[in-house]
């Protein structure tokens, strides 16, 4: 009931949002910060209180663009 940061990193994607749920009707003003692994369980974390949501799979995208891109720029650069 004091905390003004709760983190939900519970790897059960159906036990993180009842956590969250749970975590939101006890503290109505805390932050709410919850990770989950697919943007349709995003949504979900919204609705049961989250305030900020981290998508794995938005992450690993993310990561894998950035590792790539330059070895594509790379490919694509004309011989000289």
Do not use: M, W
């Not at 939900?8 to 036990?15: H, R």
């Not at 503290?27 to 609705?47: D, L, Q």
């Amino acid at each position: 009931e004091r905390a003004s940061l709760i983190v939900v990193a519970i790897p059960d994607e159906k036990v993180g949002l009842e956590v969250t749920k749970q975590a939101r009707k006890l503290n109505p003003t805390a932050s709410i910060v919850t990770r989950c692994h697919y943007v349709s369980v995003g949504f979900e974390a919204r609705k049961a209180g989250a305030n900020e949501v981290v998508i794995a799979e938005q992450v690993v995208a993310e990561e894998l663009r950035g590792l790539v891109s330059p070895l594509l720029a790379a490919s694509t650069a004309p011989a000289r």
